[in-house]
């Protein structure tokens, strides 16, 4: 599986050295390539906005600072400068925060994982203030959320949805995570109890996650995190989730990989992809890392990889959005590509039929605001979901429809 030619997927330079730079360790052609990339006339301004979407910030200025710093004009290199400190203190008020709240859920006995975030950044990056994050994503039992819920808001976050006793019961069931936010001190904080909601249709050994738990250190203090294998699937499907929509998720996989590799269990991890119909996301998160990030995968793992026929069919997807900004996206658009692209993304027929119907009469944030209704009965809220899709999308799509057809 040779990587795509970089010309093919990039048409400006400041696209090629974002690539580049979106790694924590350089082989000597990168390094090269980067310099010969930094002499050039670029515009900056577009770069540090391209680094900004992405999440890629802090591996940009990181790398361009260490291998490049004589070839950039002096008005950038203190912009480098001036953003990799803005983001290590960033990111150590968001540790900082994400360690008291573990101790908080561990006095009320409230077992919690930190999941991606300051975690990812420590651990697979190797350095805290090499990875954005802008928020805090701890994984509990879905019996413990309304509790971790509840801590939170007398810590002082406020949820970002209202609901009532019957309608918090079917969101429990059917979504994935309580978003909070502390608006004073600028902090979100995720309580996940899924990875991704139900109607996702990715049915995972939750309970086996648990028992297979290992300790990390962050900030000199010992945590418990996901173990090698489930974190690398469970990246891959986060970022099939969102189409790959920023190349830092790719580079997630990417370091994943390289810092897992020496003890990474392989056919452990096909095995649980397989088992949870999440093959198909695991070697498109696998792909795109190998072919974008040039991340060594074992040669059995490559001809597994290859034998996917869909692959690079979602791939050029991906390659086909990266660059552009969503809101320059047509939204009715995009709800019917990200759904045909999850469908394509699942590999078990069941898992895409259970996901066309879960899609249409799964309730979301939006549906149970209250300006759509959503102090109405949980069961009202689905079946008038459905009925407020078609209202919204139905017209788009026929007009998609006719306009290719023309």
């Given at each position: ?67 490049a710093a004589e070839l950039i004009p002096p008005s950038v290199h203190e912009q480098l400068r001036t953003w990799l400190s803005a983001t290590s203190r960033r990111n150590l008020q968001l540790a900082a925060e994400l360690l008291q709240l ?305």
């Amino acid at each position: 599986m040779p990587p795509m030619p970089t010309s093919s997927i990039t048409d400006r330079p400041e696209h090629e050295l974002l690539l580049c730079c979106a790694r924590t360790q350089l082989a000597p052609e990168t390094a090269e390539r980067i310099c010969a990339l930094a002499g050039r006339q670029l515009d900056w301004e577009y770069l540090f906005q391209l680094a900004s979407r992405h999440k890629l910030s802090p591996l940009l200025c990181w790398q361009l600072k260490t291998v490049a710093a004589e070839l950039i004009p002096p008005s950038v290199h203190e912009q480098l400068r001036t953003w990799l400190s803005a983001t290590s203190r960033r990111n150590l008020q968001l540790a900082a925060e994400l360690l008291q709240l573990l101790q908080l859920f561990h006095e009320h006995d409230i077992s919690a994982i930190p999941y991606k975030g300051a975690v990812l950044a420590e651990t697979v990056y190797g350095n805290l203030a090499l990875r954005e994050f802008v928020d805090l994503d701890v994984l509990v039992r879905k019996r413990d959320v309304l509790a971790a819920r509840d801590l939170l808001i007398a810590r002082g976050y406020q949820p970002f949805v209202q609901l009532d006793a019957s309608q918090e019961n079917a969101y429990l069931d059917y979504q994935c995570e309580h978003v909070l936010s502390d608006e004073r001190r600028d902090l979100m904080v995720e309580i996940q109890w899924r990875v991704v909601p139900d109607y996702f249709s990715f049915p995972f050994d939750y309970e086996g996650l648990w028992r297979r738990i290992e300790t990390a250190t962050l900030c000199q203090r010992p945590i418990v995190t996901l173990s090698p294998e489930d974190t690398l699937l469970l990246l891959c499907v986060h970022g099939s989730k969102h189409l790959w929509a920023r190349l830092g998720w790719i580079c997630d996989v990417a370091e994943a990989v390289r810092h897992f590799q020496p003890r990474l269990n392989w056919p452990l991890l096909e095995q649980r992809a397989m088992h949870s119909g999440s093959q198909r996301m695991l070697y498109l998160g696998l792909f795109l890392a190998h072919d974008l990030l040039q991340a060594e995968l074992p040669p059995e793992v490559r001809q597994q990889v290859c034998a996917d026929v869909a692959l690079k069919s979602l791939a050029q997807q991906v390659y086909a959005r990266l660059w552009t900004k969503a809101e320059e996206q047509d939204e009715a658009a995009n709800f019917f590509e990200h759904s045909f692209f999850h469908l394509k993304a699942k590999e078990r027929w069941r898992d895409r039929l259970r996901f066309c119907f879960r899609v249409l009469s799964t309730a979301t944030i939006e549906d149970w605001s209250p300006k759509n209704g959503g102090r109405l009965p949980a069961f009202s809220v689905h079946a008038r979901r459905f009925v407020r899709l078609g209202r919204k999308y139905l017209p788009q799509f026929l007009r998609l429809l006719f306009k290719r057809a023309a």
